[in-house]
């Protein structure tokens, strides 16, 4: 089964162009804070899988991805997970998960400190069935999920599944339904917590007026302070559990995929609370005064809804939130009122009830009946599309409120939209092109072009083409070309093209090039730039310098930096993950040669510098090249390393400008005796072009043969090698 896609949402609204130069920076760049309380007595561990392939036969989802990511950064800003103890997955197939699993086992092994009590969060959003999870249509049974859990050794495992029937996971021996027990602040607490967004028998809704799936839009607004019942400041499991619950029950009792109901089940022991976040150790908050209350929509200044609940009179609300501009949206019966407000990393701001200002709700008429009032903020889930849009064919601009779609009662679907200093539309289905900046509200379906900045709320089928930067708050498939920026918020197909660079804060099928700077979060295809960071790669990066998590392909630059990387190659190839090894040795041509050898477990860059007599005096040849390492025999003491290598000697160290290559193909075995000390040999073939003026028959004292022409011509003859290595 799969989530269920829902109404097509409210357009993105953007407030201020100034977006455009802050777009690189991004909320990647804040660091990370951990509560005060648990961080001297816990260490949380978190993996966040978001997956939306589920395999032949199945929709993909289109928010799984940024579930995943918005689940990622409350647990980080509020939850206690530093980075380093966090993995996140996206597109994740079955090894992934399993690959994760295991690297989360072995940091939690080395993580025994007297006191400490280890956790392990585990979200996944993606597909399911009763059976198990189905990342990328490959089936993780629950039992199998289960056990692997419970091989990870931590204290407490929390399991938060947003997927179809994932309900089937919380019907095991012991999963029966109970007065909730969650208790965990003192370091007594054993056991397991299960989470699910839907029971057994119930597909899991996502809706594209949330841009994201209920349970977890829900469940992230009440991690950032809205569950907080007591008002103590801290979340517990119990309070979030009970918030999404009802949340997510209210907004899908009406919705085309019916009532969505939250499963758990609980198996803890101790005393305390099981907080899940902690905003008391951040000063970044939201608060909303006592006597405010209604409906409140909490949106950022690049129009995502960031929180959503009702809000009682009498209660003090306080949100953790990431620094930046916010609209809000208080609703109440026939009443709409707005507010803005700036959240500072330096102290809280507070809402109170004179910020709001009334906005007058638009009288509409349905056909054949009688006038209703439109209130668009929460429409009622359903699958249909607006096909009561009012349709403006051509829209001619000058600025949004001086254009013909103005004179036929507001914005609404258009199918060219030409503007002068800027246009916009609520919806775009073929061309847009203004002078300045075209802005979409909703989905633009077509081409964009504009002198200063596109500008698109929701989904993106198509070309944005602008001198200043793009912007795509939706599932972007298609080009981005800007001279400074491109932007994206979601998952990217197609190429994005800037001269100064390139953002996606999802996954990005394709290629990003730039002049300057490419990020991602996860890039399957190809980054080239000077600055080239992604979280996950699989295929290449390209550039000056090279940064990324885990990457399956190749890493091409002066200096490359991974957790793990396939391929490095580079002057500068650091990886967390690989191999560094010195070798002290003596071939045919050097009598001694010191060497580095660095790279991934399996590819490595090789550098070495030797010396040897010369016309009574003294030469020294640096070589450097590439090679691959394969281990070999019982538990790999043994090893072959297959290099290729060019270089030149000089008379001096730094030369004189002596023209002359040596090429060397080398095979060499090793043996280790200890962990770390090895002893290597092996042989080489060598191809050697000496200076025009001297023959230099003397490189080696093995014999060689003649080939290629000129009074020199190119020297060759196989050679030997031997040394150890450290």
């Avoid at 989802?61 to 509020?78: C, N």
């Avoid at 947003?162 to 208790?183: H, N």
């Avoid at 930046?324 to 026939?334: F, T």
């Avoid at 008379?651 to 290597?680: C, H, I, M």
């Amino acid at each position: 089964m799969m989530k269920r896609s829902t109404a097509r949402g409210w357009g993105r609204v953007l407030g201020m162009l100034a977006v455009v130069g802050l777009v690189l920076v991004g909320p990647d760049s804040r660091a990370a804070r951990r509560p005060e309380e648990p961080e001297a007595t816990l260490r949380r561990f978190a993996l966040i899988v978001g997956s939306s392939e589920g395999g032949p036969g199945r929709e993909r989802l289109r928010y799984a991805g940024s579930d995943a990511l918005a689940m990622s950064r409350v647990l980080e800003d509020l939850g206690g997970v530093a980075p380093a103890d966090r993995v996140l997955l996206l597109e994740a197939d079955r090894d992934a998960l399993l690959t994760a699993l295991e690297r989360l086992k072995v940091m939690a092994e080395g993580a025994v400190t007297p006191g400490l009590r280890r956790e392990l969060v585990l979200y996944y959003s993606g597909h399911s069935d009763a059976d198990g999870l189905l990342p990328r249509g490959e089936r993780l049974s629950y039992d199998d999920l289960r056990r692997l859990l419970g091989q990870v050794p931590v204290d407490v495992r929390i399991a938060i599944l947003d997927s179809c029937g994932s309900g089937a996971l919380t019907r095991y021996k012991g999963g029966l339904r109970r007065p909730s027990f969650l208790t965990d602040v003192s370091s007594q607490v054993r056991g397991h917590a299960y989470l699910a967004s839907s029971s057994a028998d119930e597909v899991a809704q996502e809706s594209d007026t949330i841009g994201a799936s209920f349970f977890t839009h829900f469940l992230v607004t009440g991690l950032r302070g809205a569950a907080d019942t007591t008002g103590d400041g801290r979340v517990t499991l119990h309070e979030a559990y009970q918030f999404a619950f009802h949340e997510t029950l209210a907004r899908t009792e009406r919705s085309q995929g019916g009532p969505q109901h939250a499963a758990y089940d609980i198996q803890l022991a101790g005393s305390g609370d099981l907080v899940m976040t902690d905003l008391r150790g951040t000063p970044a908050r939201m608060l909303v005064a006592e006597e405010v209350q209604g409906r409140l929509f909490v949106r950022d200044w690049g129009n995502q809804l960031v929180a959503e609940l009702q809000k009682p009179a009498g209660r003090r609300l306080s949100l953790g939130l990431e620094a930046g501009r916010y609209r809000v949206i208080l609703e109440r019966p026939s009443q709409r009122f707005e507010a803005e407000l700036t959240v500072t990393p330096r102290g809280e701001a507070e809402l109170r009830v004179g910020d709001f200002v009334p906005v007058t709700l638009t009288r509409t008429a349905a056909r054949g009946g009688a006038p209703v009032t439109d209130a668009p903020l929460a429409p009622r889930e359903s699958s249909s599309s607006r096909a009561d849009m009012p349709t403006v064919a051509f829209n001619l601009s000058l600025l949004p409120p001086l254009s013909t779609s103005a004179l036929w009662g507001g914005s609404g679907l258009n199918h060219v939209a030409l503007g002068g200093l800027a246009v916009r539309s609520l919806q775009l289905r073929g061309l847009g092109a203004a002078g300045g900046i075209g802005w979409v509200d909703g989905t633009m379906e077509g081409g964009q072009v504009a002198g200063i900045a596109n500008v698109a709320g929701g989904e993106v089928l198509g070309a944005q083409l602008a001198l200043g930067g793009n912007l795509a708050f939706g599932g972007a498939t298609g080009a981005q070309l800007a001279a400074i920026i491109n932007y994206s918020e979601r998952d990217f197909s197609g190429l994005q093209l800037s001269g100064v660079g390139n953002r996606s804060d999802a996954s990005m099928h394709g290629l990003q090039f730039a002049g300057g700077v490419n990020m991602v979060e996860r890039l399957s295809g190809m980054q080239m730039g000077i600055f080239n960071l992604a979280g996950s790669v699989s295929g290449a990066q390209v550039g000056l310098i090279n940064v990324a998590g885990n990457v399956r392909g190749v890493q091409l630059g002066i200096i490359n930096i991974a957790d793990d990387v396939s391929v490095p190659i580079g002057l500068l190839s650091l990886v967390r993950k690989g191999r560094i090894a010195f070798e002290i040795g003596a071939d045919d041509v050097t009598p001694l040669f010191v060497g580095v050898k660095y790279g991934s477990q399996t590819v490595h860059v090789t550098a070495s510098i030797g010396g040897d007599s010369w016309k009574e005096s003294w030469r020294t040849f640096m070589m450097l090249g590439v090679g691959v390492h394969l281990p070999f025999g019982m538990a790999d003491r043994y090893y072959l390393d297959v290099d290729l290598a060019m270089g030149s000697w000089q008379p001096q160290l730094f030369g004189d400008g002596t023209k002359n290559n040596l090429y060397r193909l080398r095979a060499s075995v090793g043996w280790e005796l200890k962990r770390r000390f090895a002893l290597f040999g092996g042989l080489s073939l060598n191809a050697y072009h000496p200076p025009e003026e001297d023959p230099d028959d003397d490189v080696t004292w093995l014999p060689q043969w003649k080939t290629g022409r000129g009074p020199s011509g190119t020297r060759m003859w196989p050679g030997f090698l031997m040394g150890v290595r450290i």
